[in-house]
């Protein structure tokens, strides 16, 4: 069997992801409230940064050792190139802020790519522990304690009832621009969320928690493996290529499969499908 099936893939996601969650989880339960650390600048290195730092480093060991043909692009400046034509492109910790805070919504995010394609991921919720998991034609699954189910997005059909999901840029004057395109759909929809890690809100477009994710700007280490478990549990997803930096703010885009037809004129009206518009020096 080859060692580049996105079955394989997948197998290696969920084991990298989750055993990194447990470093991440141990590492938190021995520095207590991060915030003490920020705001007292008791620590010259920003706690968050640190167990960051750590968690992706034992990724990237972990692949060196076991698939060094591998490529990797990780948020905290891993890199690697592929002479496999795989590459494993990682977020140690998606939703930063709530892992600061204690929001338990934050994540690992694993994701593998063929020749620039997502064919398998993992992210695991490291505060719950919730897993889900995906590879290219085989489905997607969330896996709770000893039970793993299929993932389903949502059989929503109307724009008036899509739940919608977002995010916004760590820069202010990108969020004002983020606010107005937001501004133009919230009459249209039923609602938004803000729930701080893009991983998982693809997680919950697959799970049919949301119907509609959208964000600008975001970089490919918060999309690779969330990109294929939405896609697999039947949600409709677009994105940049992969080597496209967030720095671009072109978007990521994903809906309920219904949803199909009818909310892509409301998403290009509202300004969802073009990149922000660059910003005046
Ligand atoms: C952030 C989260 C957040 C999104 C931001 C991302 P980080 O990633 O995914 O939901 O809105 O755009 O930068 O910084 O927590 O890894």
Redesign the pocket.
Known sequence: MSHNTPAVLRTLAVDLATRTAEKINARRAELGDLRAYVSTKSSVVDPVTVVDTAAEAFISDELERLRPADGLVG?EGNEGASTSGVSWIV?P?????NFLYGLPHYAVSVGAAVDGRPVAGAVVNVATGTIFSAAEGEGATVTVGEKTVPLQASATVDVETTLLAT????SAARRAQQVEILGRLMSRVRDVRR?????L?LCALAAGHVDLYY?H???SW?YAAGVIIAREAGAVVTHPPLSVTGQEFRPVVGYAPGLGGVIDPVLEAAGVHQPLPTLPH
Do not use: C, N, Q
């Not at 910790?93 to 802020?97: C, L």
């Not at 995010?167 to 760590?170: A, H, V």
């Not at 729930?195 to 991983?199: I, P, Q, R, W």
């Open positions: 948020e977020d910790i998606d939703g930063t802020v995010g916004f840029s760590y729930m701080g890690s893009a991983a809100d964000e700007g975001i970089h918060d």
